[in-house]
């Protein structure tokens, strides 16, 4: 009850140890056998997806990227949240799907500016909830692999606005020093291991890292069950193959049906 009270309140909930240390470590080590990519570049099923810009690298559809990012499909410290919030729950069309799952590696002099919010926001990441249950469009879980405290980058959110009624009046300014102080913004810290859940609704972006090394983290972002992944991604018969009943399904809820080929849909 006091997560859903806070969820709703804030828009977001901090899962603290949501990741075991092994399955850090793990997905570290996937990380660090990723070779140097242009933009745009791939990596086997994994694409390289950022500009080259402040943002950092980025690595999408990172869920084909090995068996460590499998586990993350529907891990047990937010499976059950995620669910309750997007899934639909006590419909004809429950279930949940990946909207879009990548890895950001920022060093020195990244960041990334604060968007979305509640203010003509999108049906994709709307928040609702109507007649006792939640009908967000997506919530995003981010896992910080890496510790994210002062000076590392950490994710800024604005609680509260992913239920905002009017715009934020510095939305215009994306200088970087703006990324920093923006209005009601707050800074979130968390320790390797930790994750963030949020409400895509509500105002997010990623302060200015100053500090040497990296800020590792996973974002996996989860919708209701009759989405479409944001960027097109197929995923692979391999990939498919090889996923629990349970992980496959979330990945593709709707399997496909073949017209003048089968009378079920295809598994």
């Known amino acids: 009850d006091m997560d859903d009270y ?3 309140l804030r828009g977001y909930l901090i899962l603290e140890r949501a990741l ?3 399955l850090v470590d793990d997905l570290n080590r996937v990380l660090d056998g990723a070779p140097p990519l242009p933009p745009g570049g791939w990596w086997g099923d994994v694409q390289r ?3 080259g810009g402040p943002q950092g690298l980025e690595l999408q559809n990172i869920v ?3 068996e460590p990012f499998e586990r993350l ?3 047990p410290s937010w499976i059950d949240y995620v669910r309750r919030y997007c899934g639909e729950v006590d419909s004809y069309v429950e279930g949940l799907f990946i909207d879009e799952c990548f890895a950001s590696i920022r060093r020195s002099g990244g960041y990334f500016v604060i968007h979305s919010g509640g203010y003509r926001g999108a049906v994709r990441g709307q928040y609702r909830y ?4 939640f009908r967000c469009g997506q919530v995003n879980v981010l896992m910080a692999l890496t510790d994210v405290g002062q000076g590392d980058g950490g994710t800024m959110i604005i ?12 939305f215009e300014y994306y200088e970087r020093e703006r990324v920093d102080t923006m209005p009601g913004a707050i800074e979130v810290h968390l320790n390797k291991g930790d994750a963030l859940l949020f409400c895509d609704g509500l105002s997010h972006g990623a302060s200015s890292r100053t500090n040497q090394g990296e800020r590792r983290v996973v974002i996996y972002r989860y919708g209701p069950s009759w989405g479409a992944t944001r960027h097109g991604y197929v995923y692979s018969r391999p ?3 090889r996923l629990t009943p349970a992980r496959r399904a979330i990945l593709r809820p709707i399997s496909p049906r073949l017209p003048g080929h089968s009378t079920e849909p295809v598994s």
């Open 239 to 241: 990939l498919l193959d």
């Open 6 to 8: 806070l969820f709703d």
């Open 130 to 133: 109507d007649h006792g249950v």
């Open 159 to 170: 609680p509260g606005s992913h239920k905002s009624n009017l715009p934020h009046p510095e």
């Open 64 to 66: 084909a990227g090995g």
């Open 73 to 75: 499909i529907d891990h």
């Open 49 to 51: 997806s950022d500009s």
């Open 20 to 22: 075991e240390p092994s």
